[in-house]
């Protein structure tokens, strides 16, 4: 099959590779229909992130349709149209009970092959499945297959991070970030009631997406912008920030940004090894420092009902969709941000 591989930085290829093949009963095989680029991906394409085996099949989001299932698959059959989340989760153990999937104690994250262990990714023809009954997510008709998609990765994350910071209604909140996650953020923080939302990121379009949100967005490269942020929150700061970028420098904003009290709800990958405050700074501020991998099977049925009742406003997410043949320049796109390259969906 062709599959979107990892030759190392900056360097992604389009290429033949074997076929997934059943490994274990409880496996499945999909069919991908669309899979996506998303801002994870760029940490591994920048060597932020490293230890990938080279040759590794990139990616984490998918919709497509079930081909083969192993002897235990019982709930899912041939043809039947799923969604995965970007993990995979046995559904039984302590931490999927207790809704945490993303720490399930057999869980795999896609597009992660390591000294050749692990679980290659989607941005292929076909993806091999583990644990599918409890990870794979079936969809109705009702649904476009593209915006299925969403719920498996940044749609979940995004609430997932505005239920991290306890938006409610009367509060004011930031989102550091206005990329796919931020901006699926602003809508978390909008469902759960917040009316009042600064949107940060230095990218045009990006602000813009988020002022079309209902967000106030604001330019991080202009001057007084921490000042602005301050008069505007009677000099205190915001009750919670809700981070999606992932980097030191926006920790940093966060910790200034938020009010003492105040919650910063971090889903922005960090790769650094120190702290961007100190805990002599967080106690100062009585902070509390929420951060880690969304657990997207545990959102994903929820989500799938918002969409199918058209509450969501999804268009900016479903604007680009390319050719999974053109992923290579895909990745080169949506890593500089070019004007219409805010979500990149590939179809297979
Ligand atoms: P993206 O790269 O498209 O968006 C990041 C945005 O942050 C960009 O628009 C960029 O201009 C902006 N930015 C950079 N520095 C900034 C700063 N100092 N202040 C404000 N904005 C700044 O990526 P994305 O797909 O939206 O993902 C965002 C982050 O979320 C990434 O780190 C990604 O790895 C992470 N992520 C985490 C999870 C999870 O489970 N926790 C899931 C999906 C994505
Ligand atoms: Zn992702
Ligand atoms: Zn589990």
Not at 9 to 24: F, G
Not at 31 to 45: E, M
Not at 92 to 121: A, D, F, K, M, P
Not at 197 to 208: G, K, S, V
């Amino acid at each position: 099959m062709k599959a979107l591989t990892f030759q190392g930085i900056r360097d992604i290829r389009y290429e033949s590779v074997p076929d997934p093949s059943i490994l274990y009963p409880g496996d499945a095989i999909v069919k991908v229909k669309y899979t996506a680029v998303c801002g994870s991906d760029l940490h591994i394409y920048h060597g932020r992130e490293h230890g990938l085996d080279m040759g590794t099949v990139m990616g984490h989001e998918f919709v497509g349709e079930v081909v083969e299932t192993g002897k235990s698959v019982k709930k899912l059959r041939r043809g039947d149209a799923v969604v995965s989340p970007f993990t995979t989760s046995c559904g039984s153990c302590y931490y999927c009970r207790i809704g945490l999937t993303c720490r399930c104690e057999r869980g795999q994250l896609y597009g992660w092959v390591e000294n050749g262990h692990g679980l290659h990714g989607a941005q292929a023809e076909y993806v091999r499945v583990p644990m599918a009954d409890s990870t794979l997510v079936p969809f109705s008709l009702g649904i476009a297959p593209a915006a299925a998609l969403l719920t498996g990765d940044i749609m979940a994350t995004g609430f997932f991070c505005s239920d991290q910071a306890e938006v409610r209604a009367g509060g004011i909140y930031a989102v550091l970030g206005c990329g796919p996650v931020g901006l699926m953020a602003i809508l978390g923080a909008k469902e759960r009631g917040a009316e009042k939302i600064f949107a940060i990121d230095a990218i045009p379009e990006r602000l813009e997406w988020a002022a079309k949100l209902g967000a106030v967005p604001v330019n991080f490269q202009e001057a007084n912008m921490l000042e602005m942020v301050r008069d505007m929150t009677g000099g205190r700061g915001v009750d919670s920030v809700m981070e999606a970028v992932g980097s030191e420098s926006a920790a940093r904003l966060a910790y200034e940004l938020v009010r003492p009290g105040g919650i910063i709800s971090t889903v922005g990958v960090h790769t650094s090894p120190g702290f961007a405050f100190s805990p002599a700074q967080a106690y100062d501020k009585n902070l509390t420092y929420k951060i880690g991998r969304c657990p997207a099977r545990a959102y994903m049925e929820k989500l799938l009902h918002r969409i199918e009742a058209g509450a969501v406003e999804l268009s900016p997410f479903l604007s680009r969709i390319e050719r999974l043949e053109e992923g290579r320049m895909a990745y080169e796109r949506f890593d500089r941000k070019e004007p219409g390259y805010l979500k990149v969906i590939l179809e297979v």
